[in-house]
């Protein structure tokens, strides 16, 4: 009965493909918002990286919207997770080779992912990438030493201010007079450094909260690995 | 009036610090959560009083529409917004062990609530659907019973999620916007035709999974039974309203065809039919009320697909009705979970608890002086307008699902005020907190029989208005550039 519903409603997911596939008109897609915040963008928020002015500018709060889904998941995780006893023991830290080089890698990593952070509203990158390379950076050191855990504490705080942060630049905006998440401070020239208002702040912010999140994310799924086996 | 998008910032912003503040201070962590819903309760209240009921938008960051998101608040979304609130204020877990983690993802839920009321563009929508998804998976899995109905009902909205994406999607490729009152004034040259009717189905599928709509309800009995009852109350009587609410918007403003209204209207009276007949067989107290639930939801989708204002008003009507009634039977039926048969005389321990029950079978049956009896009543009615076979059909269908509905309610009813129980194991008590709770929402329900006539006025001019898409076009000024765009196209 289960299999017969199934296919039931496969094939009839199947037809509705079909009908897209006949109906539609490929390559001829009309680009009415996306020309228009094309031509408007590097006057009304001055970010060289278009891509960069939808997501924090035009659409800023769909961005508030997947922080907070990075955290409830991070968060649903700890909940699951976080009731377990790590009574066994860690597994031992690895060779030479790869503690060295663990610790080689994370100030070049640190480096890479500020500087994508930062550059954010420049170039291709931002919050979220830079934010990805951030947690590879300190989550590296812990597989190449198992027995020394991120703190969680600290993940915590940067976590939690860093999104903290991103609300309040927005809740600034709305107190001087504008509307929530309203470009503040001077767009300076666009593709300098210092431009486009507070979108590299919040840029910061988002960079270090995914970071966090991810780190502490990945350090709770390591921690379950070690009290499962 | 732009003070109203703290209702869905400030929740997320306390999500963010409960961690921090429940290391530094337990109490004050503890304390954090209830008063943020309850500033949020105070400025939606003072928003309805400052608006006079005139709807009005916001333009978030101070982009013009289409660009920027917009934030539509008229007396719906207001309404709603309120409600949730307020529900998520009753039914936040004082009791028991304090976890800041599960008090954040509350404050998620009750955040991405708020933003799916208000929200004016369809991919924010998509947004604040996907952070209800993610904090009611965390929710869900504290019940600590068992995982799978947590896993099935994680993979089932995933799949849910993609659907509507696509559909969303779709709706993008054809029209090139996602702003609802651009949408609204682009539909009828763009979206009505196959394409339009495709990814109106791909939505409603993919938002049916938390409106408990007919084939993608499958996770709601499980995960009913086996959640903690406050987040069951909280996923059945506040999140299946916001998605209803999201395919309202969506039905009224872009997708106003034949088909579109028939698609629902034969989804819905699939839900009834099937939830109803399986609540008949359930033999589980939760499990009963989960399928209940899914018939409840069916009726206002087929009340939905009334064109115009009656159908707004008998759809709204009976999902506000099942949001006071629902949480309140999943209150009470903390304590009276496993086999029916088992519930023997429970009333004899509880008396209260089993008269509270009573009173919200009776209303949910539909006995007259109840506020259930108007709203079926106006759904009745509003079907019985329509011509065509298949709303006389659905006629039909809801008087016999009422029937069914009317039998296993009672048998439990009677159940429970059974004499001769042979040696009832323990009354288990409830919680004095769940009883007075479900004592508000029964209070709630006789204070709605008294003001019967005001309310049903209030909530007419609110069908009125969300029925008016040409209104909420005026609301909403687009920017010069898109609009002249859009005419050329």
Request: charged share 0%; proline share 0%; no cysteine.
């Given at each position: 009965m289960r299999n017969l519903a199934s296919l039931l409603f496969a094939g009839g997911l199947g037809f509705l493909l079909m009908v897209f596939g006949l109906q539609f008109d490929f390559g001829n897609a009309p680009m009415l918002v996306g020309q228009a915040i094309q031509s408007a963008a590097p006057e009304q928020v001055g970010a060289a990286n278009i891509v960069t002015a939808v997501v924090l500018g035009y659409r800023g709060i769909d961005t508030l919207g997947e922080l907070a889904i990075l955290f409830a998941a991070s968060t649903a995780v700890g909940l699951i997770l976080g009731h377990r006893h790590t009574s066994t023991k860690p597994d031992p830290d690895s060779g030479l080779i790869l503690r060295a080089g663990g610790e080689l890698l994370m100030p070049l990593l640190l480096v890479v992912g500020l500087y994508i952070i930062l550059h954010g509203h420049l170039t291709p990158g931002g919050g979220f990438q830079g934010g990805v390379i951030l947690a590879a950076a300190f989550f590296i050191p812990v597989l190449a030493r198992p027995s020394t855990p991120l703190k969680h504490t600290g993940m915590m705080l940067i976590e939690g201010f860093s999104g903290a942060a991103f609300i309040l630049i927005g809740l600034a905006a709305l107190y001087s007079g504008g509307e929530f998440l309203q470009p503040l401070l001077d767009k300076g020239?666009?593709?300098?450094?210092?431009?486009?208002?507070t979108l590299p702040l919040l840029y910061l912010a988002v960079g270090l909260k995914v970071g966090a999140e991810l780190a502490g994310l990945l350090a709770h799924l390591a921690a379950a690995e070690v009290s499962e086996s | 009036m732009n003070q109203i998008v703290l209702i869905v910032v400030l929740p997320l912003l306390a999500a963010f610090l409960v961690p921090i503040v429940a290391r530094m201070s337990a109490s004050l962590g503890a304390a954090l959560g209830p008063l943020v819903m309850g500033v949020c309760l105070w400025i939606t209240g003072t928003v309805a009083i400052e608006s006079a009921g005139n709807a009005f938008a916001i333009n978030i960051g101070g982009f013009m529409p289409p660009l920027g998101i917009t934030f539509f608040v008229d007396r719906l979304a207001l309404l709603f917004a309120f409600l949730t609130a307020l529900l998520v204020l009753v039914l936040w877990p004082f009791q028991g062990e304090h976890r800041p983690r599960e008090h954040a993802l509350t404050l998620i839920l009750a955040a991405a609530s708020g933003g799916l009321a208000l929200s004016g563009d369809l991919f924010n929508i998509y947004v604040f659907y996907e952070l209800v998804s993610v904090a009611s998976f965390g929710l869900v899995a504290t019940g600590r019973r068992s995982s799978a109905p947590a896993i099935r009902y994680l993979i089932l909205s995933g799949f849910g999620s993609v659907l509507a994406l696509v559909g969303i999607a779709l709706v993008y490729t054809q029209t090139g916007t996602l702003n609802l009152a651009h949408l609204s004034q682009l539909a009828p040259t763009h979206l009505i035709n196959p394409i339009g009717l495709a990814a109106f189905a791909l939505i409603l599928l993919g938002v049916g999974v938390k409106a408990e709509l007919f084939p993608v309800n499958t996770w709601v009995p499980e995960v009913y039974a086996t959640a903690p009852n406050r987040v069951s109350a909280l996923l059945a009587g506040l999140v299946s309203k916001l998605a209803a609410l999201v395919i309202l918007r969506l039905l009224v403003l872009v997708f106003a065809q034949e088909q579109a209204l028939l698609v629902m209207l034969l989804l819905g009276l699939l839900g009834v039919i099937t939830g109803e007949l399986a609540a008949w067989r359930a033999q589980d107290m939760n499990r009963m009320l989960a399928y209940s639930s899914i018939g409840q939801l069916g009726m206002v989708f087929v009340a939905f697909s009334i064109p115009g204002e009656t159908g707004v008003f008998a759809g709204l009507a009976i999902a506000l009705h099942h949001l006071v009634v629902k949480p309140a039977l999943f209150l009470l039926a903390a304590r009276w979970g496993g086999a029916l048969s088992g519930l023997a005389g429970a009333a004899g321990g509880n008396l209260p608890a089993a008269l509270l029950f009573t009173l919200f079978a009776l209303s949910l049956v539909g006995v007259p002086p109840l506020p259930g009896f108007w709203a079926k009543l106006l759904l009745v009615m509003g079907l019985a307008e329509q011509v065509g076979p298949l709303y006389h059909f659905a006629l039909a269908g809801i008087l016999i699902a009422t029937v069914v509905e009317a039998n296993y309610l009672f048998r439990i009813v009677s159940t429970l005020f059974h004499r001769d129980s042979p040696a009832s194991p323990a009354p288990q008590k409830h919680s004095g907190g769940d009883i007075a709770t479900a004592g508000l929402f029964g209070a709630s329900l006789i204070a709605a029989v008294l003001l019967l006539i005001p309310l049903s006025q209030s909530l007419k001019t609110i069908a009125q208005q969300t029925a008016d898409a040409a209104a909420y076009r005026a609301v909403v000024t687009l920017a010069p550039t898109t609009s002249t765009l859009g005419d050329t196209q």
């Open positions: 020239t666009l593709g300098n450094l210092v431009s486009a208002g | -």
